[in-house]
């Protein structure tokens, strides 16, 4: 748990109008040093479980991809009548896995992180063979809509907990090896679908995801062990109820109450969170747009790659599907470097700030967020992935397919723009959890439901925009939206930011206060 932030687990003496001061002044936090905290567990024990989380990960972005190269045998089976219909198997399962974190991200923060991943791994085991058994084309569509909220479980649960386990200056890096297995999901996705839909029918892809859930949901089952730390202490105090005063926590005793009672308490004050966040916090409001936007251009080029190969190259399938790869390195490469240079650019502003704070004052930097860490020095990477790499990569994708270059010209654009994509989502991702540090996973699932909204809408409306504007004023058009939105969110991060954590509730905490 971190400093400064507010939460429904700490004494009722300390839930007033001012922040918590330290953690280590909490009566029920960890000890120093204590095995049971997750920020000390060992690093191998870290990346295990981390690793473990990104391969839950991969199978709900890699569902929606790997139907791609199909879709037409799926309208013909399942008698879906129209390219808009046939397009919602996809964009129903994007739909779902945006908005299923509005309500598993609360409950892992009231049930804790390892029970509510392994559940929802779970039913999503379930849902995804029931969709391969299914002949209804309906029903296809409500089940793949479940199967994607169910499968969404990983997106803001396993950023949670990277937050619980890795420290401020470890984000990037942590961010960096969690983010790696989903992103291989838009190769591995369209190239497992056409290459298995060659020689079985487009039901064994599901069955494939069916597959590779159940053996990762074992491994998690073995490995994966608790991260939130509030859920581990009240595990803590329930253990040792002759250790601590219950009277002074505000955590209603569920097993003493009636089931209706918990429910409503549940919806009031965790599942609600999320959508409070997205109500009341500019900072998740603006994020959520600039975010949504980009989901939405990225699953608008996916739904249109495979067409492009296969129209304008005339490609067979298992070529064409061979493509995605660039978009994969892209999101690999971009990953691992901008990790590299999150982590890089918050240490070395960190380093000015505390030497800046002593010049001036004398001294040191306690009392400041983190000792000199600020979100804002997250802003810093999203120039050169939303600003440059991001257009740049447009342009070069959609006049080299205009022109019908050389398929190299247009797998370096599209790896650029899937490099700077990764990016700008990392840096993101990083300054939420900088700013929500206790309610990360509500945090990140409220940035989710305009990416819902864009990531369905989008792959129905792309080929339209393609066929009106074509290739190259598509790029033209989209290459100016990026710049503009790519340079003007970090300024007005770095200029505001401050000044709205300073108004909120959530925000940690006390460095906001100070403004600059």
């Not at 800046?356 to 400041?368: F, I, P, Q, T």
Request: overall charge positive.
């Amino acid at each position: 748990m971190a400093p400064d932030e507010r939460t429904s687990l700490l004494p009722t003496s300390q839930l007033s109008s001012n922040p918590i001061k330290r953690q280590e002044d909490h009566p029920y936090s960890f000890p120093p040093g204590s095995a049971k905290n997750p920020r000390n567990w060992k690093a191998s024990k870290k990346w295990l479980v981390t690793l473990l989380a990104s391969m839950y990960g991969l199978i709900g972005p890699a569902l929606s991809a790997m139907v791609v190269p199909v879709l037409p045998q799926i309208a013909v089976d399942l008698q879906l009548r129209s390219e808009a219909t046939t397009q919602m198997v996809m964009s129903l399962t994007v739909l779902g896995w945006s908005l299923g974190p509005l309500l598993l991200a609360p409950l892992s923060e009231q049930y804790g992180r390892a029970p509510v991943l392994n559940c929802a791994q779970f039913l999503f085991l379930v849902t995804n063979t029931m969709s391969a058994l299914e002949w209804n084309g309906t029903r296809f569509l409500v089940l793949r809509f479940l199967a994607g909220f169910i499968g969404s479980a990983p997106v803001s649960i396993g950023s949670g907990m990277v937050s619980d386990m890795f420290s401020k200056e470890e984000r990037g890096k942590s961010l960096a090896t969690y983010t790696i297995v989903p992103l291989l999901a838009p190769a591995v996705g369209p190239i497992v679908g056409a290459f298995v839909s060659q020689y079985a029918s487009w039901r064994w892809i599901l069955h494939t995801c069916s597959i590779y859930t159940l053996v990762t949901l074992v491994l998690g089952l073995i490995f994966i062990e608790e991260s939130f730390a509030p859920v581990l202490l009240r595990r803590e105090r329930d253990a040792h109820p002759e250790s601590s005063s219950k009277a002074e926590l505000t955590v209603p005793q569920n097993k003493q109450q009636s089931f209706l009672l918990t429910l409503a308490r549940l919806a009031r004050n965790d599942i609600s969170r999320p959508f409070i966040m997205l109500g009341t916090q500019p900072i998740i409001q603006f994020l959520a747009v600039y975010m949504s936007l980009l989901f939405g251009l990225v699953h608008m080029t996916i739904a249109t790659f495979h067409t492009i190969w296969r129209d304008v190259y005339a490609q067979p399938p298992t070529t064409a599907s061979l493509n995605y790869i660039s978009i994969a390195a892209g999101f690999v490469i971009g990953c691992q470097a901008m990790g590299y240079m999150n982590d890089k650019i918050y240490a070395e502003c960190k380093l000015r700030r505390l030497k800046s704070k002593s010049d001036s004052s004398g001294e040191g930097a306690d009392g400041v967020e983190d000792n000199g860490g600020r979100p804002e020095f997250r802003t810093y990477a999203m120039l050169p992935a939303g600003l440059v790499l991001l257009p740049l990569g447009e342009l070069l994708y959609g006049f080299s397919v205009a022109c019908r270059l050389h398929p190299l010209y247009a797998n370096v654009g599209i790896a650029l723009h899937s490099a700077g994509l990764i990016g700008a989502f990392q840096c993101i991702t990083a300054y939420v959890l900088d700013c929500y540090p206790v309610y990360a996973a509500s945090a990140v699932s409220a940035l989710m439901p305009l990416r819902g909204v864009t990531g369905g809408v989008f792959p129905i409306l792309g080929p339209r925009l393609y066929r009106e504007l074509g290739y190259e004023g598509t790029a033209f058009l989209l290459a100016g939206v990026l710049a503009f939105v790519g340079l003007f969110t970090p300024l007005v991060l770095m200029r505001w930011g401050p000044a709205l954590r300073a108004r909120s509730t959530f925000a940690a905490g006390k460095e906001a206060k100070e403004g600059l």
